[in-house]
């Protein structure tokens, strides 16, 4: 999913490592079909990917989907950067 | 002055989701040696140009992340007196058996105040290079890949960064080479144990335990651009490079392994010796310390982050 984003040119999930370790492109799959290959229990549990909240970089729609983004990067350094 | 203390960052153990994917990503495309796999399914590896048995291991796991950076110290006696040290610092402290990792010997695991987990080990079984030790060619054959020369460090960030530069500092013999200022708060500290730009670096963040990269070197520019050719040949994923950093003047690539944990090549740092003075970075200036031809701030560079 987040390569297709990728490919596209569009801006709308974070990309962290795409290798789903970061947690950063964590969605909420709301409707559609969807294979998901192994993602860092750090960031999504098991209840969590039971109700369709997975991580983009490690997951195939199999069908068109509606997605909610939940994702984001924290910023590192407390202050005086942004 | 002779070496003596802590000498070298000795191995990270880092945490894989698939161990295959993870291997082919650092034994095939990184170069590093395949040197073991032990009865747990751990995989040992080490950059072409290391003596010892390995400096990485890749173990299995639900998450991704750094299980614990471990760093090799003169002898024996050093070993139970840094031990001593950093119980009078008042660290958690755990010994490690002999033989938990094939090949290594006892290790001094201590926690860290920004949450790592580090350890301490004077003996590790000798491997080689690849080249004789009389008369030796410049570099062994069938190296793969990037061809990574060694395990240089890694960069983790934590809230409690005064806690961890006051341990290394203070109770590890490490010098501060580097570092990031806001006014009187550091935002970013570098240290070495010997003459390097740095063995392990810490920035400020909230959180604790988190890795940022762990750091391979090469021996030079071209072999960092070769890298960046493999990472688009192989479809890794890139994070930030080719190009130079401020901090500590390496030229640098930075992508991922196939978990998500940051990896980075580098080549031709900057060196230190105890009289030389530290250098600092103003806080307005993070992006060139960080990405000296940018010179601007890169969301994912700065957030993303595996482990704790």
């Known amino acids: 999913m987040l390569k297709g984003m990728e490919r596209l040119g569009r801006k709308g999930i974070p990309v962290g490592c795409r290798g789903g370790g970061c947690g950063i492109c964590k969605v909420e799959i709301v409707r559609g079909d969807y294979r998901c290959k192994r993602m860092s229990r750090a960031h999504i549990s098991v209840a969590e990917e039971a109700r369709g909240v997975v991580l983009a970089c490690r997951t195939t729609p199999q069908s068109d989907l509606d997605v909610r983004v939940l994702g984001k990067i924290q910023r590192a350094v407390m202050r005086a950067l942004d | 002055m002779a070496m003596t203390g802590v000498l070298r960052p000795g191995h990270v153990q880092l945490r894989v989701l698939d161990l295959d994917e993870a291997v082919t990503h650092y034994r095939d495309y990184m170069g590093l040696i395949e040197t073991h796999r032990d009865s747990q399914g751990r995989v040992y590896l080490k950059g072409w140009d290391e003596q010892d048995w390995f400096s990485v291991v890749l173990r299995e ?47 001094v695991r201590f926690t860290a105040p920004t949450g790592h987990l580090f350890e301490l080990y004077a ?176 969301d994912r560079f700065m957030g993303v982050t595996t482990g704790a």
């Open chain 2, 123 to 298: 003996n590790k079984d000798h491997y080689g290079n690849g080249i004789a030790t009389t008369n030796p060619a410049p570099w062994p054959e069938g190296l793969k890949g990037m061809q990574a020369v060694r395990f240089d460090h890694c960069l983790v960030y934590g809230e409690d960064l005064d806690g961890s530069v006051k341990l290394f500092t203070e109770v590890l013999g490490f010098q501060l080479t580097e570092q990031i200022m806001d006014g009187d708060l550091q935002l970013a500290a570098f240290m070495t144990c010997s003459t390097k730009a740095h063995d392990v670096a810490f920035i400020r963040q909230a959180g604790k335990g988190k890795l940022h990269h762990a750091s391979f070197l090469l021996k030079t520019w071209e072999n960092v651009l070769r890298a960046a050719d493999i990472i688009s040949m192989k479809d890794i994923a890139i994070d930030i490079g080719p190009t130079r950093h401020g901090l500590t003047r390496g030229q640098t690539i930075y992508f991922f392994d196939p978990s998500g944990n940051r990896n980075e090549v580098f080549c031709d740092d900057s060196y230190v010796y105890p009289d030389t003075p530290v250098l600092t970075w103003t806080a307005d200036r993070t992006g060139q310390a960080i990405f000296y031809h940018s010179r601007e701030l890169n």
């Open chain 2, 61 to 107: 796991a639900d998450e991704a992340g750094m299980d614990h950076m471990a760093f090799k110290v003169l002898d024996e006696e050093t070993l139970w007196r840094l031990q001593g040290d950093l119980k009078k610092f008042g660290c958690q402290l755990e010994r490690i058996a002999a033989g938990e990792l094939d090949h290594c010997g006892e290790r």
